[in-house]
């Protein structure tokens, strides 16, 4: 606190003291007591004891000389311990440079008074704010002293101190909630914004607002809403709320609401007090959230036909379809899942499932039932859900989405069909195959069974020797039971080859399925003067498929380059066939002719149904065989040789295992 400026006490307790010490300081000696200066000095000495006013005297050492009763106790002390001490113990040590100043200035203004207002300190520690009025005196022998009277403001520096702190604090509210203040003269457009509004504004606080410089920064498209609503309140008298947007100097928008309640003042006139909130991060996220809404919308909408909603009992009680959908069913409202779907019954376990999951409240996905649309038609749904909750964790039901799947549940069964008919025409084709190769598959037979006979022969002779060989017989017996088991293995293959069976996909040889197929035709070969060479890689990875099915499609490729070579004659007719690796988790079997080739133009639908190059061919074997290597993930391609003749290549995926 710096000294204040020369003050005049005027008709206050410290003037009066300063009259009653001029009197006691100016009188002249007498050698009698004078009756009048007695009582005179006896009036000031009750009034420096008794008036509730803190008096100091004190000489141009900082001594203190005297101090009133009332004074001293205010500071918890007595007059004998402040009488002789210096004035600065009653100081706080950072403020006792100042109050130096404040005496030295008093000694040097003899009859100026100085007011300033400073801290004391009691005996106890605490602090007491006094305002004090000084002025130096000259006593009778012309030496100075300072009178002091001091003022205890200690109750208004408090109660200031708590107004700035709030004050502080709601500048720091405002900050914190974006929040800024204001008032207007809806008369004279006198306005007043707080520091916050200053920084919402983005104006300098050392400037004062002006109505022209806001409705500058207002965006242009709500300056007009911006007058109508402030010029209608102020004619009305009425409160207003509205939000506007803030045109930046950096071009950015920023949104603001503005609320102010109307008032009157002391001449009737309209004033208004309100606040202005920084809006813009609420805008913010409230257009991100849209946005959200809108994204998640357009996802579940892209994913479903309908929303649907379950109260607690699992009764349907929300149905929202998409604009576009008119497969929702109709009058489900009420109605629990099970009571929709016809097929409840019939299915009866995956509906205990379902109920089970409802009742443990977890979320379930990809429920397919039956039901019917809006026409009655049966269609197929498939649903999923999730559980919801208030607050509390009380279980409030389900919300999910529905979706038609009729069209992909026909599809399957389509497929399934197509399926069916597939592996019946593959069968038949097994079967005409078979009939083809009757005199291949006679040979193979009789081969094993001549040889049955021819040993059986060599035993009896060996056994009516005398003494009989025992041990020829005993070989010849072993090369029975060798040439019977080959015999029966041909059976057997040609069996599975007849026989209606499921597809059975398990590892296989590759190279054992290709001599397996070979040996069926061997006698094919043979009546058509066709050679075989066969390049098989060694240890060859497995491969994982259905033995029957991949042996149908090599007897097909090999009786047709057996065909294909029927009318080559300038050449031997051999047909290759070949297996390996390809280094990229597959396995390459590729069977080539060396007959008339293909023509170009047939490559592209060589595999087509129905199309053949055959004069008496159905068109069927290569479709089928195509459609046999893709349910393998494979694929079947030809191409034309460039020595004349054809190749069919099959390339087939490796076992998992050994592809690892």
Not at 284 to 297: K, P
Not at 396 to 410: N, Q
């Amino acid at each position: 606190m710096k000294p204040g400026r020369a003050a005049t006490f005027g008709k206050s307790a410290a003037q009066f003291l300063v009259g009653c010490v001029r009197q006691t300081v100016t009188v002249k000696p007498r050698t009698e007591p004078d009756g009048g200066l007695l009582e005179a000095v006896k009036q000031w000495q009750q009034v420096f004891e008794h008036n509730p006013v803190m008096y100091f005297m004190v000489d141009p050492a900082g001594t203190v000389i005297n101090v009133n009763t009332f004074g001293a106790a205010q500071l918890g002390y007595t007059t004998a311990e402040l009488i002789g001490r210096s004035v600065l113990d009653v100081f706080f040590e950072e403020d006792r440079d100042f109050v130096r100043a404040c005496v030295a200035l008093c000694l040097e203004t003899v009859d100026q008074s100085h007011t300033w207002e400073i801290r004391k300190v009691r005996k106890d520690g605490s602090v007491l704010w006094v305002r004090e009025n000084a002025k130096t005196m000259l006593r009778a022998d012309g030496g100075p002293i300072v009178l002091v009277a001091c003022e205890n403001i200690t109750e208004r520096k408090e109660a200031e101190n708590a107004l700035r702190q709030s004050e502080a604090y709601l500048a720091q509210a405002q900050e914190l909630s974006h929040t800024g203040s204001f008032g207007w003269r809806a008369a004279t457009g006198e306005i007043t914004w707080s520091k916050e509004t200053y920084r919402i504004f983005q104006c300098d606080e050392g400037t004062k607002p002006q109505i022209p410089v806001m409705l500058q920064r207002i965006h242009p498209e709500d300056r007009l809403a911006v007058q109508q609503t402030t010029g209608r309140a102020a004619r009305e008298g009425e409160d207003y709320d509205h939000e506007y947007r803030l045109l930046m100097p950096d071009g950015s928008i920023k949104y603001v609401r503005a609320v102010a309640r109307a008032m009157r003042d002391s001449g009737g006139r309209v004033e208004f007090v309100g606040s202005v909130t920084d809006i813009t991060a609420t805008k913010e996220a409230e257009r991100r959230l849209r946005e959200s809404e809108q994204r998640f919308r357009a996802y579940a909408e892209t994913a479903s036909d309908w929303f649907w909603e379950t109260g607690p009992d699992h009764r349907v009680t929300v149905i929202s379809e998409h604009s576009d959908t008119v497969t929702a069913p109709a009058g489900l409202i009420g109605l629990t899942r099970w009571d929709i779907a016809p097929d409840a019954d019939l299915e009866p376990e995956k509906w205990r499932q379902h109920r089970a999951a409802l009742d443990a409240h977890t979320a379930f996905r990809d429920l397919v039932y039956r039901s019917k649309d809006r026409n009655g038609q049966p269609i197929y749904v498939r649903t999923s859900g999730k559980p919801f909750f208030d607050a509390n964790g009380n279980f409030l039901g389900y919300r999910g989405v529905c979706t038609d799947v009729t069209a992909a549940i026909r599809a399957d069964q389509a497929e399934d069909a197509l399926r069916k008919a597939q592996a019946e025409l593959a069968h038949v084709t097994r079967v005409t195959t078979l009939g083809e190769l009757t005199a291949s598959i006679a040979h193979e037979i009789n081969q094993p069974l001549a040889a049955v006979i021819a040993n059986a022969d060599a035993c009896l002779a060996w056994l009516q020797r005398s003494p009989p060989d025992l041990k020829a017989a005993g070989r010849s017996v072993e090369w029975i039971i060798e040439d019977g088991k080959r015999a029966s293995d041909v059976i057997r293959h040609v069996r599975a080859l007849a026989k209606r069976t499921e597809i059975e996909m398990v590892p296989l040889d590759a190279n054992l399925v290709v001599r397996e197929a070979v040996a069926l035709v061997q006698r094919e070969m043979a009546s058509h003067a066709v050679s075989v060479r066969m390049e098989l890689s060694s240890a060859m990875p497995k491969i994982f498929g259905d033995r029957i099915q991949l042996q149908q499609v090599l007897i097909n490729l090999i009786m047709n380059g057996i065909e294909a070579m029927e009318d080559v004659h300038d050449r031997p007719r051999e047909l290759a066939i070949r297996s390996a690796a390809d280094g990229e988790g597959a396995m390459l079997v590729s069977v080539a002719d060396c007959g008339v080739g293909i023509d170009e133009q047939a490559i592209d639908r060589l595999f087509t149904p129905f199309f053949t190059t055959k004069s008496g061919g159905m068109g069927m074997g290569l479709s089928i065989c195509r459609s046999i290597i893709e349910t393998h993930g494979g694929r079947l391609s030809a191409a034309p040789n460039q020595s004349g003749g054809a190749t069919f290549q099959i390339t087939l995926p490796l076992h998992r295992e050994e592809a690892s």
